[in-house]
Nanobody, 119 residues
Framework: VQLQASGGGLVQAGASLRLSCKGASRTAVGWFRQAPGQEREFVAG????????FHADSVKGRFTISRDNVLNTVYLQMDNLKPEDTAVYSC?????????????????WGQGTQVTVSS
């Protein structure tokens, strides 16, 4: 399984970005982020085909995970971005249709995409 994440960039606080993760088919997908000097943390997860969705408390109400099963793409819509959202964002999948919320539950990882939010 090869995942390709894209969509990161440099934005000002309050702006929006949409990340894309292409390559996961018929499996759950999770988005994680890792800020410098910090551990990788769960951001959001979505089941196959998409009925179960989870978001970390720190992003609830601002980030939304979704998927397009025709395009085999999972999106992370990020609104009202804050400087503390700055991190490398990575997507991952696992051999299950149900999303996990921890790094150890995922088997396949894509490369990260940098998100930088300036104040």
């Amino acid at each position: 399984v090869q995942l390709q994440a894209s969509g990161g960039g440099l934005v000002q606080a309050g702006a929006s970005l949409r990340l894309s993760c292409k390559g996961a088919s018929r499996t759950a997908v999770g988005w994680f982020r890792q800020a410098p000097g910090q551990e990788r943390e769960f951001v959001a997860g979505i089941s196959w085909p998409g009925r179960k969705i989870f978001h970390a408390d720190s992003v609830k109400g601002r980030f939304t995970i979704s998927r397009d099963n025709v395009l085999n793409t999972v999106y992370l819509q990020m609104d009202n971005l804050k400087p503390e959202d700055t991190a490398v964002y990575s997507c991952a999948t696992r051999d299950s249709s149900y999303p996990g919320t921890s790094v150890s539950e995922y088997d396949y990882w894509g490369q990260g995409t940098q998100v930088t939010v300036s104040s």
